[in-house]
């Protein structure tokens, strides 16, 4: 294995660029039959966040372990990943606040 952080960069990337790919056409699929003609809801724009996070996700991961990126940016981006992972996780626990017919 190569000590240039060049070389171990491409061989990180070679070996990931397929996993990544597949995510992110799965991603733009999703996000083309987006209904665009509904009014947004900080709980659906939330949901959208998550939705693009889970389709980037392999290519932060990836970006995080690269050597010729400055360890203190790789540090960045592992922070910014788990902070959306974890925003992921709780999204399940989300729900609108209103319920109709709750005040009768």
Partial sequence: MSTN????????????KRVIDRSIR???QEME??????AETPLTKFQKVVKVYRGVKPLLTMLATLPLIPSTWRAAITMLNQALDAMSAAGGDLAPQFKAGKDL
């Fill in 33 to 38: 039959h987006e209904n665009t003609l509904v």
């Fill in 5 to 16: 952080p060049k070389e171990q960069s491409e061989a990180v990337i070679r070996d990931h």
């Fill in 26 to 28: 799965t991603l733009m």
